[in-house]
């Protein structure tokens, strides 16, 4: 195989946007310890980002910024200036490219429930990411579930898509408690006892029923704080109103976007994570929080389950006594707890970032060989579950 000239679209990083800026910043760092032989074009669009230190890798800021023209011409001028072999795009795939294409789409929630989603957003994605799923030479997304979406939905051949699973970084690991609490309170002021939840602040996260859920948490004598912690993102408001009305403003903390090197301290700060979202494409929060050592409630269905087995306890995410009985029952029980512990620690050394840019690299050479893909769906599972 020649060396290659691979363009990626980073410009989720430094986005403060969740999940998609952690998928790209956790690959790119990948990709640098597997030392491939490969050149990479990074395009970005923050003033802020810093270098890979690795000579393999060239920085390229694009402009202008705004997708509706880093897209359609930016993109596909560096491309041709850069001679590129390849080019790994973020949902979209620009239009106007001499080279192969790959595209990570890690969910299509927004087909699923488009309620959740503002309404231009939603008709954008819905045309935008179906063509462009369609044009791509090679889908990438996060798990089996995922991956099943989309031959549903858009009717990709599966041979067209590869799964690879996330990981936490290697700054997801138990510390001491009492100093993550003193971290956490210092820079935050929350103090005692609390229940997190930590992703994106937005409708299909089902923040709502959690709140609901800690109300009867809250009546059930439990003295524990809840925490929401993230950016405020699409159709929040009502989730704030009905703290409110619940009169939980007290005990119900909202610390906004948390910093990355101050999430590890959140969640070992914790005595339960809980991530009861409706609908995931894979749910790196879960991941990281079992790497820590937090003992994790998080929802059955999508590809949640997928991700926890059973190194946590699954709940209805539509029913939110079910929700507030398994953390009582969390909550109440140290032995529980402890056994929650060590089997998400063991289940999220089963993810690596590592092993998915190994697995992103062989989809690169796959494609550009001929092989179109090149494997059988019966090794294409194989190799995607490597790490389970």
């Not at 990626?8 to 946007?17: A, Y």
């Not at 998609?20 to 956790?26: C, F, G, L, Q, V």
């Not at 063509?131 to 009717?155: C, F, M």
């Not at 939980?248 to 339960?272: K, M, Q, R, T, W």
């Amino acid at each position: 195989m020649k060396q290659l000239r691979i363009g990626i679209d980073i410009h989720s990083i430094g986005s403060n946007k969740g999940g998609n800026e952690t998928y790209y910043r956790e690959l790119l760092k990948g990709l640098v310890k597997i030392h491939s032989e490969h050149s990479f074009f990074l395009y970005h669009t923050s003033p802020t980002i810093s270098q890979p230190i690795d000579d393999n890798f060239s920085l390229e800021q694009l402009s202008p910024a705004h997708p509706i023209l880093r897209i359609p011409f930016a993109i596909p001028r560096r491309a041709r200036l850069d001679q590129l072999d390849l080019f790994h795009a973020q949902f979209i795939v620009p239009p106007f490219l001499k080279c192969k294409t790959v595209t990570t789409i890690p969910d299509i929630a927004y087909e699923r429930y488009p309620q959740f989603f503002p309404v231009h957003q939603r008709a954008w994605l819905k045309v935008l990411v179906r063509e462009s799923a369609k044009r791509a030479d090679h889908i990438i997304t996060v798990s089996e579930y995922s991956k099943k979406e989309l031959i549903q939905t858009y009717g990709i051949h599966e041979e067209k898509i590869t799964v690879t699973y996330e990981g936490a970084g290697s700054e997801f690991a138990p510390l001491d408690r009492e100093k993550a609490k003193e971290a956490v309170a210092r820079s935050y002021r929350i103090t005692g006892d609390f229940i997190l939840y930590l992703g994106r602040l937005q409708a299909r996260k089902n923040l709502i029923r959690l709140v609901n859920a800690y109300a009867l948490i809250r009546k059930a004598g439990f003295a524990h704080k809840l925490v929401l912690a993230g950016q405020e993102d699409s159709l929040f408001r009502p989730v704030l109103a009905r703290i409110q009305e619940l009169n939980l403003c007290n005990d119900i903390f909202l610390p906004g976007y948390v910093e990355a090197a101050n999430v590890p301290y959140f969640y070992n700060a914790a005595e339960v994570f809980v991530y009861p979202s409706i609908y995931e494409g894979f749910g790196l929060p879960v991941t990281e929080a079992m790497a820590c050592g937090t003992p994790v409630v998080t929802s059955w269905g999508s590809s949640l389950g997928e991700v926890a087995g059973d190194a946590a306890v699954l709940v209805d995410p539509l029913d939110e006594v079910s929700i507030a009985e398994a953390l009582k029952k969390v909550l109440a029980e140290p032995n529980l707890r402890q056994q929650l512990r060590e089997a998400g620690l063991r289940r999220s050394r089963r993810f690596s970032f590592e092993n998915a840019a190994r697995q992103t690299v062989g989809v690169y050479e796959r494609l550009m060989s001929g092989e179109t893909a090149g494997l059988s769906t019966r090794d294409l599972r194989m190799e995607s579950r490597a790490c389970l």
